[in-house]
């Protein structure tokens, strides 16, 4: 059996350091923010090549904090991907905001500049680009845009650690970088975490009280925080699997290759990558019309695949509201139920790659 995806053997590659480091904060009596989180922030904004990082309770609060330090709320509109995890259109929700969706290239996945253009109004105020599946989005005409009409860009990387846009990694090319640190994610905590990165230390500041009830200052509230602070352990977790980030990182792009190069003359539709990427595959996600009897054969092959995701935003009950026919954002409908996300992490072995490789193959023969 070949599993989607095996967190636990990223925790048994790392055991006695992750262990040390959990016994460390124990020890300590450091429970809530202090000395582990400053010094895995520091390192993360290094890693990302930010001014600033702050550590929060997880992506979805890294989005939400973002556009809470830009003032943007109840009237504003943030521009969002069609095809994203509903995460990126909640946290314009909570604002009181409108996440107002775009649609991406059908073959890169990623939003689509020019698309954006055509959806910019008076009232647009933010620009939210995801870099889906580990790939970076076309950032320089997103960001010329948002120059031009005088928007803030906000960053999804929840899914792009260590992911390099022309050269340099994602981190702050926009004015605030959201992180997840959720299991699954390629830098994942043993539990939730959160971060956002930028270059500019007042949003920095501004975020490091909103996050902590309002507060920079014990008992002195600036204005309404919430509590959603990084958790120590989490951090010292995360400074240990910093350290292999890089090669798990390499480890997936040898995983991707061995799919790209095997499944070249299947017709399936495999992920595009531009010249101007480096992808750092948090999935590996290819298109099927024949997708649901494929991933029935796998599974009866014992290969683990997933969705991602098979209801997009648009037509989801908690967006009834938004009153968005299925037909409104075609493309995001139908890339709903043609993608399938092949198994990927950085302990899959070449060898089960291969078999993955085969068992797409044969099950494709089979139709
Ligand atoms: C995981 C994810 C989030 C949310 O992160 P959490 O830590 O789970 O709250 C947001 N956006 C995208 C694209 C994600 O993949």
Redesign the pocket.
Known sequence: MIPFLDVHAAYFELKDDIDKAISRVLESGWYVLGPEVEAFEAEWAEYCGAQNAVGVA????A?TLALRALDIGAGDEVIVPSN??I??WLAVSSVGATPVPVEPDAFTYNVDPERIAEAITPKTRALLP?H?YGQPADLDPIMALARAHGLRVIE?A??AHGARYKGRRIGAHGDIVCW???PG?NLGALG???AVTTDDAQLAERICGLRNYGSRKKYVNEELGVNSRLDPIQAAVLRVKLKTLDVWTERRQAVAKIYTDGLVDTGLIRPQVPNWADPVWHLYVIRSPGRDALQQSLADEGIGTLIHYPIPPHMQAAYAGQNLTPGALPIARDLASEVLSLPMSPHLSHADAGRVVSGVRKCLLEF
């Open positions: 997880n992506g979805l609060d989005l994203t995890y995460a990126t995801v889906l999804d929840a899914q997840s640190f959720y994610k939730d975490g959160g």
